[in-house]
């Protein structure tokens, strides 16, 4: 079983920075991909940002050139920075991991941009 907790959310005026950082337990994290979701009120659940096991990053169209996601295997956690911040970047940010067919999240995390 994989536990996933996600620490670093909070309040940020628009373009400033904030880093999410995701621990994970288990034996599977650097096999495994891993991504940041974002859900903000009234809207579904989208992908923000993913890191292949080999290092390989995708990011939605709203976040690219803003957000970097980064891994360290040896500490088992992934994180999202996050610069340049805009209100419309205020959601409830999850960490998710994902090794073959097993899916797991963590707790979310409330990130709001305001001023």
């Known amino acids: 079983q994989v536990q996933l907790v996600v620490s670093g959310g909070g309040l940020v005026q628009p373009g400033g920075s904030l880093r999410l950082s995701c621990a994970a337990s288990?034996?599977?994290?650097?096999?495994?991909?891993m991504a940041w979701y974002r859900q903000a009120p009234g809207k579904p659940r989208e992908l923000a940002a993913a890191?292949?096991?080999?290092?390989?990053?995708n990011f939605a169209d709203s976040v690219k050139g803003r957000f970097t996601i980064s891994r360290d295997n040896a500490k088992n956690t992934v994180y999202l920075q996050m610069n340049s911040l805009k209100p419309e970047d205020t959601a409830v940010y999850y960490c998710?991991?994902?090794?073959?067919?097993?899916?797991?999240w963590s707790q979310g995390t409330q990130v709001t941009v305001s001023s």
């Open positions: 998710n991991l994902l090794w073959l067919i097993d899916n797991y």
């Open positions: 890191i292949t096991s080999g290092g390989r990053t």
């Open positions: 288990g034996s599977i994290f650097s096999v495994s991909t």
